[in-house]
């Protein structure tokens, strides 16, 4: 998901991945992996934050939370500002459960997500 973010911004601002990863100051063939989904995404804020500006992506915008977001998710980290209320941490598990049982419908998604938000 980040890497299909990431090459799908780069390619509307008419960057080729050579001058992406020339600017970026990584290698070609590893960020080509990351733009697969072969390689997890950069967790350094100091490149989300390169990335960012090569993008022009505003730091602190919905487009960068929704970034930093798909890093997270993609590299399997429960975000910093989740894991660290303990309310909301404790109803992730039931969120959990109930993805992985029959798929649930939107309302019943809705509902859950306003009970996880009510915890909070």
């Known amino acids: 998901m980040f890497g299909e973010f990431i090459k799908e911004k780069r390619i509307n ?4 991945l ?5 600017l970026m100051e990584v290698d070609a063939s590893n960020w080509s992996k990351i733009e697969r989904g072969l390689l997890a995404p950069p967790q ?3 490149k989300l934050q390169k990335i ?7 730091v602190g915008s919905e487009q960068w939370k929704e970034m930093k977001d798909i890093a997270n ?5 429960i975000p910093e500002d989740i894991r660290s209320d303990e309310r909301i941490l404790k109803s992730l598990p039931m969120f959990f459960r109930t993805l992985r049982s029959d798929k649930p ?6 509902k859950l997500i306003e009970m996880v938000r009510k915890e909070g």
Request: hydrophobic share 35%; with cysteine; aromatic share 4%.
């Open 18 to 22: 050579r001058e992406f990863c020339k």
């Open 73 to 77: 998710i993609d590299a399997g980290i």
């Open 52 to 58: 960012a500006q090569l993008l022009d992506i505003k």
């Open 13 to 16: 601002k008419n960057i080729s």
């Open 105 to 110: 419908s939107s309302e019943e998604l809705d």
């Open 44 to 46: 350094d804020d100091g």
